[in-house]
């Protein structure tokens, strides 16, 4: 290089070099201050700024090479050797500074040629590094020239090698032999890339149209000097490995000149590497060596890495886990250190080694290691060829012209073919194939179908031609091959299941090598070692093939199981969601499908050397695995390669299945679909048998394959949904829209559609018949677009929904939608909101317009379903535009809803819509919200309420931006026939009745405002419902809204909620409530929150003139209205007191007044309770919230003395109080409840001198107070002077064992007193019964109150009136018992003495008897319940003397030693009376059975006897029998639950044999065979009286009924059968049917639980017709369905006896319910009713209401589990209103909510004999359950609401358990 060339390299580059410096000023300024003069540093001392220091610096060292050339070349010499320069920039250094000299090569002269090129390239400055090896020269010059030429003569030999390797005339060499590259050797077609979207959404980019990038497009021009890593991803066969040998090719060639070197590295190789290695050993060792000086070359290519491009080729087949070296610095960027492959390549990837260099990898699109992604530069995917590509494929495959055009032909006339061939190397199979037929036939040609079918055919073929066949109709012969391909079968099987893909010599057997080499099935290659042998290594052509073959293996060698081909079939990729490892094959699933066909069975019989049912039974084990597979839940690529496998198998039943079990719903997002894919698709879906949804987000696709589609007729619903759909899209897709017969829906979202594009599709549409939904959301369409689309509107017949949303939507868009939605009679519904924009249809073609039809019948109403709604949301319309729509909506005939909310309309707007408003036809909402409305809209609007007789509602807030008018349909009225002042016409009378609706809460209308209001509601008189809240009305106001109310004729209802009313406010309205008897109530609250809510009752319609003047005749009575007061939260001082009550006692009807937290003094009180008197239509008076002084308690219990009417007082926890009153004047019966209001022994006895003074108090509660022992007595003392029959309640006193001594003294002294109950456990209860009338029965009954025997005995000694004595856990021993019962001494009379304590179930029978046997009176009863631990004795006195020879004689009758059992002759003394002997778990003993056998003969007087789970042997069985058939008078024996055996049984039905007075037998739960119930049932003839029969649950089946049915039918006294939870079924049935006729006197029959269906439940039905006396029938738990139940209905009103039906959980809906509520309206003698546990529902509950409305004699009805809501509220409470004797009603385990529960609490006062309301497992919530508490204040006779698991928290239950007791909680 000459110096004029010299100094234009450097001025050209000095640029570069001046910003590759400014990076390092403090080296420039050391090189300055050692080569500068002193002038020059002096210069740069007065630079302040630090950058321009170093720019001068530089400046004087340019500048020097003209003046000093040492100088210059001296600091370029030091730029060279102590910097690390890019490759160009340090030529050009080297030639300045004068190294070079003399040694110019070629490269040397590239550089300077490129040096212009790279102006802003820039890396960073370092030290260099000692690179170099120990034996490199220390001569800087040389060093430097000496990595240049190794360079550049490495770089030329790999050159060398790739043109060897890659090269157009590249020759191939084998390591072992000659390959012949027959099959597989082929010119490169270059092949479809795109850009993937998986990258577009990582770097966020916006989604364009597909555009395909050229190969250099992967490669920045210009390197940037970091690290790129460009991963190119593809499907297997795409041409992954084929285009990174041609970028090698074409680098060598010289194409790609900003790599100066380029590495290729195949995973399959970089497998065999187990070892660690540094970077340079894996360059040099394992791709290419340099010649000389690797060290140097090394160096050099570290220092030039932007130059270099690394190639790692099929990362998805690298064995090894992606990770980063593990070391204290994981970015360790050290070259030489030694590390794994897979360490390396992350390392590369992350720029920690070779930093600036250019990695691309390939894979398949399943294997991307999250590690390489963060690192990605882009990201692109190989789509293989398109059309074109195969076209140039095939004509570079096929060399002959003529075969040529005829293959090409083939392909583009089969599209199943030409889709195989998108796919690179199938389409060299596909070539492969198709030239062999065609060489061999001449005509028509069968080709395969499949790619499993193309591989087989492929092999076959190089079997035809090893075995020279000349035609290819002649079979080949496999059998010679059979071990050659089986050994290349089991390679390819080993290689994935040890997932390797290069094999050494040794593993391939030698025919096997020859065989598929010479036909390209197998490559061969060097393989280097770390040690640098080299080794022959053998790999498939493409792993597709290793894949086919082992598929081969798999279905036909002996070594292979069933349950190994299921393991190996691959399903884990498939089902799981997440796994660590992906696995190694890819159509391995694919080729064993594919090999399941029908097709493949002899071909696979040869090559196994097996019969064809052996293949069968493997192919059925594909087949199954793929039946299963579709059950899974799987993605969109999952289910495209489940289609796949089935296209494969060619199996059509199976297809149908897949299609079957896929749901018919194809979904797939965000992956290629290949032409393959669609085909797949296409063959499940159409082997469907029901219609599909198919659907497309994001999904690439080839657009000549959407004609796939038309042939898929049977697709309901199509959906694409992506930006690269365009109008080429559209054109393509519209051509085959037609041809799919049933679509229904469509929806094409997210593309960019203009007018041409658009019109093709309106062109398909119209062809389209089933067509009903139209989706073109978000296809970037303008104005000229969106209204071409109103043209569909008319042309799509069944069309009901178009959605043109995230579209442009201008003015005149929305404009031309309503004009066209008001015009056509197809559209039901135009909602324009923002960048929505759908319209609805009718889905039927109407061709007329809405204003023909207005034109031709204006009177008639719109046919259902025609009407339209309008909504156009905030649309940004203005007052001109309502100018423009006004017109629009004149022209509409039928409008139901017009939604202008959100817009900016303003009062102009709202002004021109109600002008327009009486000329409209609407019915339905007319929404302004949201329009910047002032009050003058308010007006306007509510000015039109006067002026359009069809509003029925307005509503507006300017607060909350609202303003709605709700109309209903009507002819147009004019100004002049509006609503008048004074006249009303009949028509307009009657609309009077229609409810009218005015809501203007928050506009503050204030002084004029105010008067305007008042004026223009004066106008509404027709106006029901009003509600001014929270406009700041105050006491003013309030006052001019009252004046209104006498002229609102129509009004029923006023809300006036804080309005800052005060109490001279509430006395006005309160005026207005006595001087108005229309208004029904007033409630007022006037907390924080005020709340004023007024109620009007209905009124009668006014009569007119007959001349009709307008003059209004004198209008009848109002009817009778209760009227409700309530004022809450208000503070009222005495005199503020009379002041309301002054006006209240002027109110007629006045029925209920509340008060709450109103801070009622005593004196207020009492002021209070003086006007009672005066108010004669009181029921309840309620003061709540309010604390009571005990002086205001005591005045509240007086009540009764000031005014007869009360007839209850209740006060709890002295704060809530209420007094009841009755209608008559006087009551009858009256109630004090003072519960938890601290009275105490100082407050009792002027409470007490109060309740004498009342002769009707029935019931006195005082619990929960502070009365203990003292007030105790107190009480007692004013006892006697108590008039009445009273019930005392004095639970929770503190009441102890004085105080219960005490009350047994008042029960002995005391002649009123008649029963007294104490328990003093932790319950504590205390209760007195006293009886007016004197009563010689009293009873005592004591529960752990602890006293001694003596005290008992004391007891009984005293009060001789004593009948019942019962002692409960009071620690008794039996001794204590003994002496107790000896205790007694009455003169006559009957005395019952119980005890309950432990010992009595552990006590034996004789111990017991022995017992009974100390009593003093004559044994009528005996009672020994050990379950309850429970023995009770009856006896009668006086005690009767019997002569001792009496008492002899029948000693010695039962031939008892009294020396066995010394206590039984006293026993059998006392017992010549006994009646009745009820014994319950009792286990005799035989000598115990022999006693009491023997004892029973001597009981003349027994007549019933009871054992009910008692154990007893068959000997004790044997005795018991013997003595029963000697009780001659016995009428009731019941043994259940008895294990008495086989032989037991039947002698004690032996025993019944005669029993002339038998009534009643029960002999249930004893399950026996029917043996023994026959001889029963032949035992019952003789028993002419009997009347009861029980044999529940015995297991009985049909068999015994007829021996059953044949005695009954002679049972002429039977009145009550019980048959329940047996297993008679219908026949049994039948049976019992025919005897219910002969039954005359039946009154009960219960057959639940028997397994009776409807057929046997009609015949039984059938038969009660005549059973005129019957009371009671069972028959829940029967499956007997709607049929029966009507017909059960049909003879219940001739049942005019019946009492009780039960018809539980016997399958009954609403149909059935229905007939069933028709016959209970006839039968008003129905006391209990049970249908639960059946699907009644809503509409069940409805019927069954209006049954209701005439059970007047009803007490239970029960709908558990009956599915009922809050939607059947209403009419379940009406019908339960109705009746008024009930007294439990059960509602639990449905799903009834705080709606019901409110409907509930308002029937609950009416019924006054309700006690039980069951709710639990329920929805209700507190809200709910408060409005039940409130309502309980009126309900003195319910005693239970059961709440049990509602949606109430455990301390919102506790509060209101508290509020009222109750409401139970509890299970």
Same mark, same amino acid.
């Given at each position: 290089?000459?110096?004029?060339?010299?100094?234009?390299?450097?001025?050209?580059?000095?640029?570069?070099?001046?910003?590759?410096? +400014?990076?390092?000023?403090?080296?420039?300024?050391?090189?300055?201050?050692?080569?500068?003069?002193?002038?020059?540093?002096?210069?740069?001392?007065?630079?302040?700024?630090?950058?321009?220091?170093?720019?001068?610096?530089?400046?004087?060292?340019?500048?020097?090479?003209?003046?000093?050339?040492?100088?210059?070349?001296?600091?370029?010499?030091?730029?060279?050797?102590?910097?690390?320069?890019?490759?160009?920039?340090?030529?050009?250094?080297?030639?300045?500074?004068?190294?070079?000299?003399?040694?110019?090569?070629?490269? *040397?002269?590239?550089?300077?040629?490129?040096?212009?090129?790279?102006?802003?390239?820039?890396?960073?400055?370092?030290?260099?590094?000692?690179?170099?090896?120990?034996?490199?020269?220390?001569?800087?010059?040389?060093?430097?020239?000496?990595?240049?030429?190794?360079?550049?003569?490495?770089?030329?030999?790999?050159?060398?090698?790739?043109?060897?390797?890659?090269?157009?005339?590249?020759?191939?060499?084998?390591?072992?032999?000659?390959?012949?590259?027959?099959?597989?050797?082929?010119?490169?077609?270059?092949?479809?890339?795109?850009?993937?979207?998986?990258?577009?959404?990582?770097?966020?980019?916006?989604?364009?149209?597909?555009?395909?990038?050229?190969?250099?497009?992967?490669?920045?021009?210009?390197?940037?000097?970091?690290?790129?890593?460009?991963?190119?991803?593809?499907?297997?066969?795409?041409?992954?490995?084929?285009?990174?040998?041609?970028?090698?090719?074409?680098?060598?060639?010289?194409?790609?000149?900003?790599?100066?070197?380029?590495?290729?590295?195949?995973?399959?190789?970089?497998?065999?590497?187990?070892?660690?290695?540094?970077?340079?050993?894996?360059?040099?060792?394992?791709?290419?060596?340099?010649?000389?000086?690797?060290?140097?070359?090394?160096?050099?290519?570290?220092?030039?890495?932007?130059?270099?491009?690394?190639?790692?080729?099929?990362?998805?087949?690298?064995?090894?886990?992606?990770?980063?070296?593990?070391? &204290?610095?994981?970015?360790?960027?050290?070259?030489?250190?030694?590390?794994?492959?897979?360490?390396?390549?992350?390392?590369?990837?992350?720029?920690?080694?070779?930093?600036?260099?250019?990695?691309?990898?390939?894979?398949?699109?399943?294997?991307?290691?999250?590690?390489?992604?963060?690192?990605?530069?882009?990201?692109?995917?190989?789509?293989? %060829?398109?059309?074109?590509?195969?076209?140039?494929?095939?004509?570079?495959?096929?060399?002959?012209?003529?075969?040529?055009?005829?293959?090409?032909?083939?392909?583009?006339?089969?599209?199943?073919?030409?889709?195989?061939?998108?796919?690179?190397?199938?389409?060299?199979?596909?070539?492969?194939?198709?030239?062999?037929?065609?060489?061999?036939?001449?005509?028509?040609?069968?080709?395969?179908?499949?790619?499993?079918?193309?591989?087989?055919?492929?092999?076959?073929?190089?079997?035809?031609?090893? *075995?020279?066949?000349?035609?290819?109709?002649?079979?080949?012969?496999?059998?010679?091959?059979?071990?050659?391909?089986?050994?290349?079968?089991?390679?390819?099987?080993?290689?994935?299941?040890?997932?390797?893909?290069?094999?050494?010599?040794?593993?391939?057997?030698?025919?096997?090598?020859?065989?598929?080499?010479?036909?390209?099935?197998?490559?061969?290659?060097?393989?280097?070692?770390?040690?640098?042998?080299?080794?022959?290594?053998?790999?498939?052509?493409?792993?597709?093939?290793?894949?086919?073959?082992?598929?081969?293996?798999?279905?036909?060698?002996?070594?292979?199981?069933?349950?190994?081909?299921?393991?190996?079939?691959?399903?884990?990729?498939?089902?799981?969601?997440?796994?660590?490892?992906?696995? #190694?094959?890819?159509?391995?699933?694919?080729?064993?499908?594919?090999?399941?066909?029908?097709?493949?069975?002899?071909?696979?019989?040869?090559?196994?050397?097996?019969?064809?049912?052996?293949?069968?039974?493997?192919?059925?084990?594909?087949?199954?695995?793929?039946?299963?597979?579709?059950?899974?839940?799987?993605?969109?690529?999952?289910?495209?390669?489940?289609?796949?496998?089935?296209?494969?198998?060619?199996?059509?039943?199976?297809?149908?299945?897949?299609?079957?079990?896929?749901? %018919?719903?194809?979904?797939?997002?965000?992956?290629?679909?290949?032409?393959?894919?669609?085909?797949?698709?296409?063959?499940?879906?159409?082997?469907?048998?029901?219609?599909?949804?198919?659907?497309?987000?994001?999904?690439?696709?080839?657009?000549?394959?959407?004609?796939?589609?038309?042939?898929?007729?049977?697709?309901?619903?199509?959906?694409?949904?992506?930006?690269?759909?365009?109008?080429?899209?559209?054109?393509?897709?519209?051509?085959?829209?037609?041809?799919?017969?049933?679509?229904?829906?469509?929806?094409?979202?997210?593309?960019?559609?203009?007018? !041409?594009?658009?019109?093709?599709?309106?062109?398909?549409?119209?062809?389209?018949?089933?067509?009903?939904?139209?989706?073109?959301?978000?296809?970037?369409?303008?104005?000229?677009?969106?209204?071409?689309?109103?043209?569909?509107? +008319?042309?799509?017949?069944?069309?009901?929904?178009?959605?043109?949303?995230?579209?442009?939507?201008?003015?005149?868009?929305?404009?031309?939608?309503?004009?066209?939605?008001?015009?056509?009679?197809?559209?039901?519904?135009?909602?324009?909101?923002?960048?929505?924009?759908?319209?609805?249809?009718?889905?039927?073609?109407?061709?007329?317009?809405?204003?023909?039809?207005?034109?031709?019948?204006?009177?008639?109403?719109?046919?259902?379903?025609?009407?339209?709604?309008?909504?156009?949301?905030?649309? *940004?319309?203005?007052?001109?535009?309502?100018?423009?729509?006004?017109?629009?909506?004149?022209?509409?005939?039928?409008?139901?809803?017009?939604?202008?909310?959100?817009?900016?309309?303003?009062?102009?707007?709202?002004?021109?819509?109600?002008?327009?408003?009486?000329?409209?036809?609407?019915?339905?909402?007319?929404?302004?919200?949201?329009?910047?409305?002032?009050?003058?809209?308010?007006?306007?609007?509510?000015?039109?309420?006067?002026?359009?007789?069809?509003?029925?509602?307005?509503?507006?807030?300017?607060?909350?931006?609202?303003?709605?008018?709700?109309?209903?349909?009507?002819?147009?009225?004019?100004?002049?026939?509006?609503?008048?002042?004074?006249?009303?016409?009949?028509?307009?009378?009657?609309?009077?009745?229609?409810?009218?609706?005015?809501?203007?809460?928050?506009?503050?209308?204030?002084?004029?405002?105010?008067?305007?209001?008042?004026?223009?509601?004066?106008?509404?008189?027709?106006?029901?419902?009003?509600?001014?809240?929270?406009?700041?009305?105050?006491?003013?106001?309030?006052?001019?809204?009252?004046?209104?109310?006498?002229?609102?004729?129509?009004?029923?209802?006023?809300?006036?909620?804080?309005?800052?009313?005060?109490?001279?406010?509430?006395?006005?309205?309160?005026?207005?409530?006595?001087?108005?008897?229309?208004?029904?109530?007033?409630?007022?609250?006037?907390?924080?929150?005020?709340?004023?809510?007024?109620?009007?009752?209905?009124?009668?319609?006014?009569?007119?003139?007959?001349?009709?003047?307008?003059?209004?005749?004198?209008?009848?009575?109002?009817?009778?209205?209760?009227?409700?007061?309530?004022?809450?939260?208000?503070?009222?001082?005495?005199?503020?007191?009379?002041?309301?009550?002054?006006?209240?006692?002027?109110?007629?009807?006045?029925?209920?007044?509340? #008060?709450?937290?109103?801070?009622?003094?005593? *004196?207020?009180?009492?002021?209070?309770?003086?006007?009672?008197?005066?108010?004669?239509?009181?029921?309840?008076?309620?003061?709540?919230?309010?604390?009571?002084?005990?002086?205001?308690?005591?005045?509240?219990?007086?009540?009764?003395?000031?005014?007869?009417?009360?007839?209850?007082?209740?006060?709890?926890?002295?704060?809530?109080?209420?007094?009841?009153?009755?209608?008559?004047?006087?009551?009858?019966?009256?109630?004090?409840?003072?519960?938890?209001?601290?009275?105490?022994?100082?407050?009792?006895?002027?409470?007490?001198?109060?309740?004498?003074?009342?002769?009707?108090?029935?019931?006195?509660?005082?619990?929960?107070?502070?009365?203990?022992?003292?007030?105790?007595?107190?009480?007692?003392?004013?006892? &006697?002077?108590?008039?009445?029959?009273?019930?005392?309640?004095?639970?929770?006193?503190?009441?102890?064992?004085?105080?219960?001594?005490?009350?047994?003294?008042?029960?002995?002294?005391?002649?009123?007193?008649?029963?007294?109950?104490?328990?003093?456990?932790?319950?504590?209860?205390?209760?007195?019964?006293?009886?007016?009338?004197?009563?010689?029965?009293?009873?005592?009954?004591?529960?752990?109150?602890?006293?001694?025997?003596?005290?008992?005995?004391?007891?009984?000694?005293?009060?001789?009136?004593?009948?019942?004595?019962?002692?409960?856990?009071?620690?008794?021993?039996?001794?204590?018992?003994?002496?107790?019962?000896?205790?007694?001494?009455?003169?006559?009379?009957?005395?019952?003495?119980?005890?309950?304590?432990?010992?009595?179930?552990?006590? +034996?029978?004789?111990?017991?008897?022995?017992?009974?046997?100390?009593?003093?009176?004559?044994?009528?009863?005996?009672?020994?319940?050990?379950?309850?631990?429970?023995?009770?004795?009856?006896?009668?006195?006086?005690?009767?003397?019997?002569?001792?020879?009496?008492?002899?004689?029948?000693?010695?009758?039962?031939?008892?030693?009294?020396?066995?059992?010394?206590?039984?002759?006293?026993?059998?003394?006392?017992?010549?009376?006994?009646?009745?002997?009820?014994?319950?778990?009792?286990? #005799?003993?035989?000598?115990?059975?022999?006693?009491?056998?023997?004892?029973?003969?001597?009981?003349?007087?027994?007549?019933?006897?009871?054992?009910?789970?008692?154990?007893?042997? &068959?000997?004790?069985?044997?005795?018991?029998?013997?003595?029963?058939?000697?009780?001659?008078?016995?009428?009731?024996?019941?043994?259940?639950?008895?294990?008495?055996?086989?032989?037991?049984?039947?002698?004690?039905?032996?025993?019944?044999?005669?029993?002339?007075?038998?009534?009643?037998?029960?002999?249930?739960?004893?399950?026996?065979?029917?043996?023994?119930?026959?001889?029963?049932?032949?035992?019952?003839?003789?028993?002419?009286?009997?009347?009861?029969?029980?044999?529940?649950?015995?297991?009985?089946?049909?068999?015994?009924?007829?021996?059953?049915?044949?005695?009954?039918?002679?049972?002429?006294?039977?009145?009550?059968?019980?048959?329940?939870?047996?297993?008679?079924?219908?026949?049994?049935?039948?049976?019992?049917?025919?005897?219910? &006729?002969?039954?005359?006197?039946?009154?009960?029959?219960?057959?639940?639980?028997?397994?009776?269906?409807?057929?046997?439940?009609?015949?039984?039905?059938?038969?009660?017709?005549?059973?005129?006396?019957?009371?009671?029938?069972?028959?829940?738990?029967?499956?007997?369905?709607?049929?029966?139940?009507?017909?059960?209905?049909?003879?219940?009103?001739?049942?005019?006896?019946?009492?009780?039906?039960?018809?539980?959980?016997?399958?009954?809906?609403?149909?059935?319910?229905?007939?069933?509520?028709?016959?209970?309206?006839?039968? !008003?003698?129905?006391?209990?009713?049970?249908?639960?546990?059946?699907?009644?529902?809503?509409?069940?509950?409805?019927?069954?209401?209006?049954?209701?409305?005439?059970?007047?004699?009803?007490?239970?009805?029960?709908?558990?589990?009956?599915?009922?809501?809050?939607?059947?509220?209403?009419?379940?409470?009406?019908?339960?209103?109705?009746?008024?004797?009930?007294?439990?009603?059960?509602?639990?385990?449905?799903?009834?909510?705080?709606?019901?529960?409110?409907?509930?609490?308002?029937?609950? !006062?009416?019924?006054?004999?309700?006690?039980?309301?069951?709710?639990?497992?329920?929805?209700?919530?507190?809200?709910?359950?408060?409005?039940?508490?409130?309502?309980?204040?009126?309900?003195?006779?319910?005693?239970?609401?059961?709440?049990?698991?509602?949606?109430?928290?455990?301390?919102?239950?506790?509060?209101?358990?508290?509020?009222?007791?109750?409401?139970?909680?509890?299970?």
């Amino acid at each position: 290089m000459d110096e004029e060339s010299v100094q234009k390299a450097v001025q050209n580059a000095w640029p570069q070099l001046v910003e590759f410096l +400014s990076h390092t000023p403090e080296w420039v300024l050391k090189k300055a201050k050692q080569l500068l003069s002193q002038a020059d540093l002096s210069q740069l001392e007065e630079v302040a700024d630090h950058r321009k220091k170093i720019s001068l610096a530089l400046d004087m060292f340019q500048r020097s090479a003209n003046a000093d050339a040492s100088i210059f070349q001296n600091f370029m010499q030091s730029v060279c050797m102590e910097c690390t320069l890019p490759m160009e920039l340090e030529i050009v250094c080297m030639s300045a500074s004068g190294l070079g000299e003399g040694h110019i090569t070629p490269v *040397q002269e590239v550089f300077e040629e490129t040096a212009t090129q790279f102006p802003s390239t820039s890396t960073r400055l370092e030290r260099r590094r000692p690179w170099t090896s120990h034996s490199t020269n220390n001569n800087g010059k040389q060093s430097k020239q000496q990595r240049l030429d190794s360079s550049e003569k490495y770089r030329q030999r790999i050159i060398a090698t790739m043109l060897q390797r890659y090269g157009a005339n590249r020759s191939v060499e084998a390591t072992e032999g000659e390959i012949r590259q027959l099959a597989f050797s082929q010119a490169f077609v270059n092949l479809v890339i795109r850009q993937s979207k998986a990258w577009k959404i990582k770097s966020n980019s916006e989604e364009h149209s597909d555009v395909t990038m050229r190969l250099s497009d992967l490669f920045r021009s210009v390197p940037s000097g970091t690290s790129e890593v460009v991963l190119l991803l593809g499907k297997p066969g795409i041409g992954k490995t084929r285009l990174m040998n041609q970028i090698c090719q074409q680098w060598a060639e010289g194409t790609l000149e900003q790599y100066k070197l380029i590495f290729l590295f195949e995973f399959r190789q970089l497998n065999l590497i187990s070892g660690r290695l540094s970077l340079q050993e894996l360059l040099f060792d394992f791709f290419l060596c340099p010649e000389d000086c690797p060290s140097a070359v090394f160096e050099h290519l570290l220092e030039n890495a932007q130059h270099v491009l690394m190639i790692f080729d099929g990362l998805d087949e690298f064995v090894e886990d992606i990770k980063l070296p593990f070391s &204290p610095n994981p970015l360790s960027s050290d070259p030489l250190h030694p590390l794994s492959v897979s360490e390396l390549f992350a390392s590369l990837c992350h720029g920690n080694l070779l930093p600036g260099c250019t990695i691309l990898v390939t894979t398949r699109p399943k294997m991307l290691p999250n590690i390489l992604l963060e690192t990605v530069t882009l990201l692109a995917e190989i789509w293989g %060829f398109d059309r074109e590509k195969v076209e140039e494929y095939a004509s570079s495959f096929f060399q002959h012209n003529a075969l040529k055009d005829r293959a090409i032909a083939c392909l583009k006339t089969n599209g199943k073919l030409l889709s195989m061939c998108y796919i690179p190397a199938l389409c060299n199979i596909v070539c492969i194939c198709l030239e062999y037929l065609l060489l061999q036939d001449e005509g028509s040609i069968q080709l395969p179908q499949t790619m499993t079918q193309f591989y087989i055919k492929m092999v076959l073929i190089f079997i035809h031609k090893l *075995q020279k066949l000349s035609r290819a109709s002649e079979e080949a012969d496999l059998s010679q091959h059979r071990a050659t391909l089986s050994s290349l079968c089991e390679l390819a099987f080993k290689g994935l299941e040890e997932k390797k893909m290069l094999f050494y010599t040794g593993e391939v057997p030698a025919h096997a090598r020859d065989f598929a080499s010479v036909y390209g099935l197998l490559s061969a290659f060097e393989v280097k070692a770390s040690n640098g042998s080299a080794r022959a290594g053998y790999t498939f052509v493409h792993f597709s093939f290793q894949e086919f073959f082992a598929a081969l293996f798999l279905l036909t060698s002996k070594s292979i199981d069933d349950h190994c081909l299921r393991e190996k079939f691959f399903l884990r990729k498939w089902i799981l969601k997440k796994e660590a490892k992906m696995t #190694f094959t890819e159509n391995c699933h694919i080729f064993l499908s594919g090999l399941s066909s029908q097709g493949c069975q002899q071909f696979l019989s040869s090559l196994a050397g097996r019969n064809e049912s052996w293949i069968q039974e493997r192919q059925a084990v594909i087949t199954q695995i793929l039946k299963k597979l579709a059950t899974d839940s799987l993605t969109g690529p999952k289910v495209v390669e489940l289609c796949h496998c089935v296209y494969e198998t060619q199996n059509l039943d199976l297809a149908q299945h897949v299609g079957t079990a896929l749901n %018919f719903k194809y979904q797939f997002r965000n992956f290629r679909l290949m032409p393959l894919d669609m085909n797949s698709l296409a063959f499940v879906i159409n082997s469907s048998p029901d219609l599909v949804s198919l659907g497309f987000v994001g999904c690439p696709m080839e657009l000549e394959y959407l004609d796939v589609l038309a042939s898929c007729e049977n697709i309901k619903s199509l959906s694409f949904q992506s930006r690269k759909y365009g109008n080429e899209f559209v054109a393509v897709l519209s051509k085959s829209l037609p041809k799919i017969k049933c679509l229904t829906t469509f929806k094409l979202a997210g593309g960019n559609i203009t007018v !041409p594009g658009l019109g093709e599709l309106l062109r398909a549409f119209a062809n389209c018949h089933q067509l009903e939904d139209i989706n073109l959301q978000d296809n970037k369409m303008k104005e000229q677009e969106m209204v071409k689309i109103i043209e569909m509107f +008319s042309t799509v017949e069944k069309l009901k929904k178009i959605d043109l949303s995230h579209n442009q939507i201008s003015e005149n868009t929305i404009l031309a939608f309503c004009r066209a939605a008001a015009a056509s009679p197809n559209v039901t519904e135009l909602h324009i909101r923002k960048n929505t924009l759908t319209i609805n249809f009718t889905g039927q073609s109407i061709r007329s317009g809405r204003s023909e039809r207005l034109g031709r019948n204006e009177d008639k109403t719109a046919p259902q379903g025609q009407t339209l709604k309008l909504r156009l949301q905030d649309c *940004q319309l203005s007052p001109r535009h309502a100018t423009q729509i006004a017109p629009i909506l004149r022209s509409c005939s039928y409008l139901s809803e017009i939604d202008l909310s959100g817009n900016n309309l303003g009062d102009e707007g709202c002004r021109e819509l109600v002008k327009t408003l009486p000329k409209m036809s609407i019915s339905g909402l007319l929404n302004l919200n949201n329009n910047q409305l002032s009050l003058e809209s308010i007006f306007c609007l509510l000015h039109s309420m006067t002026m359009c007789p069809n509003i029925r509602k307005l509503e507006a807030s300017l607060p909350q931006k609202t303003a709605v008018l709700t109309l209903v349909a009507g002819a147009p009225r004019s100004r002049r026939n509006s609503l008048n002042d004074d006249q009303f016409s009949t028509d307009e009378g009657q609309k009077l009745k229609t409810s009218r609706k005015i809501c203007l809460t928050g506009n503050s209308f204030r002084g004029e405002d105010l008067n305007k209001l008042c004026l223009v509601l004066r106008r509404c008189r027709s106006v029901t419902e009003l509600d001014l809240s929270n406009n700041s009305l105050e006491d003013s106001g309030v006052l001019k809204v009252a004046e209104l109310l006498p002229d609102m004729k129509a009004l029923h209802s006023l809300i006036l909620d804080q309005n800052h009313i005060s109490l001279n406010g509430v006395f006005c309205l309160v005026q207005s409530f006595s001087a108005l008897e229309q208004m029904t109530s007033i409630h007022l609250n006037l907390e924080n929150t005020q709340s004023v809510r007024l109620s009007f009752g209905e009124r009668s319609r006014p009569k007119l003139t007959g001349k009709r003047q307008g003059k209004l005749l004198v209008c009848p009575p109002h009817s009778v209205h209760a009227r409700h007061f309530s004022l809450k939260d208000c503070v009222l001082a005495p005199e503020d007191v009379v002041r309301l009550f002054g006006i209240l006692n002027m109110c007629s009807r006045l029925s209920e007044i509340n #008060f709450s937290g109103n801070a009622l003094n005593d *004196q207020s009180v009492e002021q209070l309770l003086m006007f009672l008197p005066h108010l004669q239509s009181l029921k309840l008076l309620s003061i709540r919230n309010n604390r009571f002084s005990q002086h205001c308690i005591h005045l509240l219990a007086n009540s009764f003395n000031l005014c007869e009417r009360i007839c209850g007082v209740e006060v709890r926890s002295s704060e809530n109080a209420f007094l009841h009153y009755v209608d008559g004047q006087e009551s009858q019966e009256t109630h004090c409840r003072l519960i938890d209001c601290g009275i105490g022994q100082g407050d009792i006895k002027e409470l007490c001198i109060i309740l004498e003074k009342s002769g009707c108090l029935v019931e006195l509660d005082l619990s929960r107070n502070c009365l203990g022992d003292d007030g105790l007595r107190c009480l007692l003392e004013h006892l &006697p002077r108590i008039r009445s029959s009273c019930l005392m309640k004095i639970s929770h006193n503190g009441i102890s064992q004085d105080g219960v001594l005490c009350l047994v003294n008042a029960l002995t002294t005391c002649p009123n007193v008649i029963e007294v109950h104490v328990s003093l456990c932790s319950e504590e209860t205390l209760t007195i019964t006293l009886e007016r009338e004197n009563n010689l029965q009293k009873t005592l009954r004591l529960k752990q109150c602890s006293f001694q025997a003596e005290q008992l005995a004391a007891m009984l000694g005293e009060c001789l009136a004593l009948t019942d004595f019962m002692l409960v856990n009071n620690g008794l021993t039996l001794s204590d018992a003994e002496a107790l019962f000896k205790a007694p001494r009455k003169p006559t009379g009957v005395l019952r003495m119980g005890i309950e304590e432990r010992w009595v179930k552990k006590e +034996s029978l004789t111990g017991l008897l022995k017992l009974a046997a100390e009593v003093q009176g004559n044994i009528t009863e005996v009672t020994i319940r050990r379950d309850i631990s429970l023995f009770v004795v009856e006896q009668v006195f006086p005690y009767p003397v019997e002569k001792v020879e009496s008492v002899v004689s029948r000693l010695h009758q039962c031939e008892l030693e009294a020396k066995g059992v010394p206590f039984l002759q006293k026993f059998i003394e006392k017992c010549h009376q006994l009646c009745a002997l009820n014994w319950s778990e009792v286990h #005799f003993t035989d000598s115990e059975v022999a006693t009491i056998s023997s004892a029973l003969l001597q009981f003349p007087a027994l007549k019933r006897l009871e054992l009910t789970c008692c154990r007893i042997s &068959p000997f004790g069985i044997e005795r018991l029998a013997e003595a029963l058939s000697q009780c001659i008078a016995i009428e009731d024996i019941s043994i259940s639950k008895c294990n008495l055996g086989i032989e037991g049984l039947s002698n004690l039905v032996n025993a019944l044999e005669g029993k002339l007075h038998l009534k009643s037998i029960n002999i249930g739960f004893l399950n026996r065979e029917d043996g023994s119930v026959l001889k029963l049932i032949s035992r019952l003839s003789t028993l002419p009286l009997l009347r009861r029969l029980i044999l529940n649950n015995n297991s009985l089946g049909s068999e015994v009924c007829p021996h059953l049915a044949e005695t009954l039918k002679n049972a002429i006294h039977m009145e009550e059968i019980n048959l329940s939870y047996n297993e008679i079924e219908d026949a049994g049935v039948k049976e019992i049917a025919t005897a219910v &006729p002969q039954m005359k006197n039946l009154k009960q029959i219960d057959l639940s639980c028997n397994s009776i269906r409807s057929v046997g439940g009609q015949c039984f039905v059938e038969a009660l017709a005549s059973s005129e006396r019957l009371e009671g029938l069972r028959l829940s738990e029967n499956n007997l369905g709607c049929e029966t139940v009507a017909k059960l209905a049909a003879i219940l009103p001739s049942v005019h006896h019946l009492k009780v039906l039960h018809l539980s959980s016997c399958n009954i809906d609403s149909e059935g319910i229905s007939h069933l509520a028709k016959a209970l309206s006839e039968c !008003p003698q129905i006391q209990e009713l049970s249908l639960s546990e059946n699907c009644i529902g809503n509409k069940g509950v409805r019927a069954l209401a209006e049954g209701l409305a005439r059970s007047s004699q009803l007490r239970k009805i029960e709908l558990k589990m009956c599915r009922i809501t809050d939607s059947a509220s209403k009419p379940l409470a009406s019908g339960l209103s109705h009746c008024a004797m009930l007294e439990e009603i059960v509602l639990s385990w449905n799903a009834l909510g705080d709606e019901s529960a409110l409907e509930l609490a308002t029937i609950l !006062p009416g019924m006054e004999r309700l006690r039980i309301l069951d709710l639990d497992h329920n929805e209700i919530t507190a809200c709910g359950i408060r409005g039940l508490a409130e309502k309980l204040t009126q309900c003195r006779r319910i005693q239970s609401v059961r709440l049990w698991h509602n949606k109430i928290s455990t301390e919102m239950e506790r509060n209101l358990s508290k509020e009222e007791s109750r409401l139970h909680f509890s299970a």
